[in-house]
């Protein structure tokens, strides 16, 4: 089936599966697919790592515009996930992605298939990353033995907001709080300025990663006898607080926080918090009741 054409989304005997994180890529590409005509199934993977905003406005908001939204998970979360292999998902194990996520959304797929004719369509665009910026707009995945539709790869952000306007539907609030993505609160892979927004809006999503670390050190150390894991030292490895030093110690998450507070590769501290530029001046809210403050 991969060397024939594409699967035509027009076609009603085809069943499009929507992924629909909460993020503003997955909801306008949702929003693209009714302008089009084309009926799809949502679908949303809970990992149990969410900030609760995203999760109401997954399960409150989002049906309001853009239909019923299926809610699946795993047996196990994120967190259940790490006290169970002892160690962090990293860069060359993701296991966070597969398990919680991509494993879910095929078996939902699973139930719907008919004939192989369900395609999984996602909000990917190629100005997210440099990776991305080299995927076409279809592909089939060998995998999953299913076709993949990127329908806005070529979208910019403006494209983005500007479909949520033309909808009227508001953004995921931690947008306008400064996030710049709302998936896995945070994510291991999470930038400087994306722990310090964590640190500073969501004091005790800090200190429920610290208690994690110390429980998955204590497995790590039950099954495998030896030192655990923290929840940043294999997404930052060596991590640029330390390359100085030339070192790969792992950071604690308080250790991370401290980072993500300086510049100049630690050597600094930094006065003052710019928030990412999906804040609530690049949506248009400034004027609006929506709160830009912490």
Request: aromatic share 10%; hydrophobic share 40%.
């Amino acid at each position: 089936m991969k060397n024939m054409e594409h699967l035509d989304p027009h076609d009603p005997s085809v069943i499009i599966v929507a992924s629909v994180s909460g993020g503003k890529d997955s909801t306008a590409m949702s929003l693209h697919l009714t302008e089009l005509g084309i009926d799809h199934v949502r679908v949303f993977a809970d990992t149990g790592w969410e900030h609760p905003a995203t999760l109401e406005y997954v399960n409150e908001v989002l049906p309001k515009h853009l239909g019923p939204i299926n809610v699946i998970r795993n047996d196990k979360g994120f967190e259940e996930l790490c006290l169970s292999k002892g160690m962090f998902p990293w860069r060359l194990t993701r296991f966070c992605t597969e398990l919680l996520k991509v494993k879910p959304i095929l078996m939902f797929i699973e139930e719907l298939r008919a004939e192989d004719r369900c395609v999984n369509a996602v909000g990917i665009r190629h100005g997210e990353s440099k990776a991305r910026s080299k995927l076409g707009e279809w592909e089939f995945n060998e995998s999953m033995d299913l076709w993949v539709w990127r329908p806005m790869v070529e979208w910019s952000i403006d494209d983005v907001i500007a479909i949520h306007k033309r909808h009227g539907v508001p953004p995921n609030p931690l947008y306008t709080w400064g996030a710049a993505r709302v998936g896995c609160w945070p994510c291991i892979f999470s930038r400087k300025s994306e722990i310090k927004l964590v640190s500073l809006i969501d004091p005790g999503r800090i200190d429920r990663i610290r208690d994690l670390e110390l429980r998955v050190q204590e497995a790590a150390r039950k099954r495998y006898a030896k030192r655990g894991e923290t929840f940043e030292s294999l997404g930052y490895h060596p991590p640029t607080f330390f390359q100085p030093l030339k070192t790969h110690e792992m950071m604690s998450i308080d250790k991370v926080v401290m980072w993500a507070s300086t510049s100049y590769g630690g050597k600094q501290l930094e006065m003052f918090f710019d928030a990412e530029t999906d804040g609530c001046a690049r949506w248009g809210l400034c004027d609006t009741q929506t709160m830009c403050s912490f």
